[in-house]
């Protein structure tokens, strides 16, 4: 028997997506979610993907968090999880997929609603990075192959 808690069966409920089983004797004998955007660890490969480039002419680069999926497990010594934003680049408006490796998320990138923006200083990028990330993302989640990203420490921009 697969069990909800009260909030996932009511976010489920509300979607119409709450599937139920029900005994030949009349008893429930499991209920389920069959929510398309559960999230799930999944490994994105970086390969057939675009470096950003950053702004030239500013000594910052300016994003706007669209989307924030925070890595839900800790890094230990084996494994490495990846936080991932999407975002668009404030001077050109490119779609930019930014990977953090084992970096708590700050609250203010958790409220994508304020449109403020996040900046990316040259000496934050990750030079060195690897093939593949691990993050936790929906489960109908992609990255179109001709994206754009950055590996960095995301920081939340106060003066400018």
Excluded at 33 to 60: G, Y
Excluded at 81 to 101: A, H, M, P, Q, R
């Amino acid at each position: 028997m697969t069990f909800l808690t009260k909030s996932d069966f009511y976010r489920c409920f509300r979607t119409g997506t709450v599937t139920a089983g029900i005994s030949f004797i009349g008893l429930l004998t499991f209920i389920s979610c069959t929510n398309k955007s559960a999230i799930s660890k999944t490994t994105i490969s970086v390969t057939s993907l675009k470096r950003q480039t950053l702004d030239t002419n500013k000594s910052l680069t300016l994003l706007k968090i669209v989307k924030t999926y925070p890595a839900l497990t800790n890094c230990d010594k084996t494994e490495k999880y990846t936080n991932l934003y999407i975002c668009t680049k404030w001077s050109t408006g490119d779609t930019t997929y930014v990977f953090e490796t084992c970096q708590p998320v700050d609250k203010f990138a958790l409220d994508t609603s304020f449109g403020y923006p996040i900046a990316i200083n040259a000496k934050d990028l990750t030079i060195q990075y690897p093939d593949n990330v691990t993050v936790f993302v929906p489960v109908n989640f992609k990255i179109p192959t001709d994206s754009k990203y950055l590996f960095a420490h995301v920081g939340y921009l106060t003066e400018y």
